[in-house]
Nanobody
């Protein structure tokens, strides 16, 4: 059973920064894509950013230029550096990983709150 554990969420003022981490219990090289998603209260879960095993990166338009996704397969980790945070970035952020073969795994989520 693969487990994904997020950390790094918290309360930050507008314009601030946070770095989210996702630790995988399995060899992250077994995931052909990993990503971050978020869900705000009353809204559907939405894609934030993904990174493939080949290094292809995709961002939601709303975070382009502010967020940076990365993965470190040697440590079985994925990160999301979030700069220039806005109140509308407030959400629960989830780590996602999809194995070759198509099975998807989710973390339990970490809360990010952007407020003054």
């Amino acid at each position: 059973q693969v487990q994904l554990v997020e950390s790094g969420g918290g309360l930050v003022q507008p314009g601030g920064s946070l770095r989210l981490s996702c630790a995988a219990s399995a060899n992250s090289r077994s995931f052909y894509v990993m990503g971050w998603y978020r869900q705000a209260p009353g809204k559907q879960r939405e894609l934030v950013a993904t990174v493939s095993s080949g290094g292809n990166i995709n961002y939601a338009d709303s975070v382009k230029g502010r967020f940076t996704i990365s993965r470190d397969n040697a440590k079985n980790m994925m990160y999301l550096q979030m700069n220039g945070l806005k109140p509308e970035d407030t959400a629960v952020y989830y780590c996602n990983a999809i194995k070759y073969g198509g099975f998807a795994y989710w973390g339990q989520g970490t809360q990010v709150t952007v407020s003054s």
